[in-house]
């Protein structure tokens, strides 16, 4: 089984980098072959993990985090991103969670392919 890590630093809003993430990651999580695909949030990407966003039209980005996690994709927050955030506290869209540098650290080594938004 292929293992692919994204890694997100882009915001949720103001540009297309995030969304252009999930929409690979759904794609990828979605084949038949399953490939393992883990998303690690970084710097103001850590925003997508709080869940009752509205974008002005619908919540989309959580619709897709959510489906994410039905895949079984594991999502992490990075602590320090989240830390300087104010978010590490708050709840979170289940099924996702904070990470450490480490537990990147880890993902990275183990990854046959890393991608970067």
Sequence with gaps: MQKILIILHAPPYGSERCLSALRLATALAGRDDKPQVRIFLMSDATVLGLPNQIDGATNGLQG???????????????????????????????GTAIGTLADLAEATLAADKVITF
């Design 64 to 94: 897709m985090v959510e489906t994410l996690v039905g895949y079984g994709v594991d999502i992490r927050l990075c602590r320090t991103c989240a830390l300087a955030r104010g978010l590490a506290e708050l709840p979170l869209i289940p």
